[in-house]
């Protein structure tokens, strides 16, 4: 473990890829993008994720690099976790007065299974729909999804789609609609700050980002209920999942397909699983 640390330390190659990003993205500086009312902001950490992404299709990275990359996302994601839950300390009082909002908030989840699963639908996708749209796909998901159906089961394949998607679009993707939402609609800030926290760091920071750019004066504020409403969908959303969201996206899969799934993936029993797990 040891010698593993350290081969990750001394990646200079790693390092100094990063570093040249970092610096390409702060020279490029942020943008605005005006779209009829609406205003998209392109922050550099957008840039970086989409020249990151770039550099991978090319001979600057080979694979041992790709694997320390992926460790120090993580570690650099702790620290952001650890940042928010500083911030939130002062704004405690107000997050307190927000409570129901907090907690409800997770039910906003719901709504990739009533959006996006008559989607995948109608273009033809089967049981891989039900993995692909009970969640957001992320690690507690996958484990979700794995023990009930198995890894290499159609639902399997479709939550680690939808895992392999978010890792690689959803920090782009909440980047650019949360600026865009922010200055269209007449909501609240705050509300869009607790929006950002779906369970995922890497997204919520993304999705952070914007929202101090276009609310200085708020930013404190922002980044506390950002990182209070992740830490809730990060504690709430596997159990949210296991007993709303999956059973739900179970059963509006049958109203929608009907007797057309003629084989639906068999539940394995406990035994089953345990024999999965042995083996």
Same mark, same amino acid.
């Given at each position: ?39 998209? %902001? #392109? ?7 989409? *020249?990151?992404? !770039? &550099?991978?299709?090319?001979? @600057?990275?080979?694979? =041992? ?37 907090? %907690? #409800? ?7 990739? *299974?009533?959006? !996006? &699963?008559?989607?995948?639908? @109608?273009?033809?996708? =089967? ?50 609609i949360s600026g865009f939402l922010s ?97």
């Amino acid at each position: 473990m040891a010698q593993q640390l350290q081969r990750l330390w001394k990646d200079w190659r790693l390092h100094t890829l990063v570093l040249a990003i970092v610096l390409l993205t702060e020279m490029i500086g942020t943008h605005e993008v005006s779209i009829g009312p609406g205003l998209i %902001l #392109l922050l550099p950490m957008l840039y970086a994720v989409i *020249i990151g992404i !770039a &550099l991978f299709f090319t001979p @600057l990275v080979n694979e =041992k690099q790709t694997k320390h990359a992926e460790q120090l996302v993580f570690l650099s994601v702790t620290l952001l976790i650890a940042k928010f839950g500083v911030q939130a300390g002062p704004a405690l009082p107000k997050l307190i007065a927000a409570g129901p909002a907090l %907690l #409800l908030q997770e039910f906003g989840n719901l709504g990739t *299974i009533f959006l !996006a &699963l008559p989607v995948a639908i @109608l273009l033809g996708l =089967k049981r891989e729909t039900i993995g692909m749209t009970h969640s957001i796909g992320r690690e507690a998901n996958i484990a979700l999804i794995s023990d009930k159906y198995g890894f290499a089961s159609p639902e399997g394949r479709g939550v680690m789609a939808m895992y392999i998607f978010g890792t690689v679009f959803g920090a782009i993707f909440m980047g650019l609609i949360s600026g865009f939402l922010s200055s269209v609609t007449p909501m609240h800030p705050l509300s869009f700050a607790m929006a950002t926290g779906i369970g995922s760091g890497s997204m919520a920071a993304a999705g952070l980002g914007p929202l101090v750019a276009a609310f200085p004066d708020m930013s404190e504020e922002i980044i506390a209920f950002s990182g209070a409403s992740n830490l809730a969908s990060t504690v709430t959303g596997l159990y949210m999942s296991i007993f709303i969201a999956l059973p739900l996206t179970e059963k509006m899969y049958g109203w929608f397909r009907g007797k057309k799934d003629k084989n639906p993936t068999k539940i394995p029993s406990r035994n089953q699983r345990r024999c999965y797990k042995l083996c």
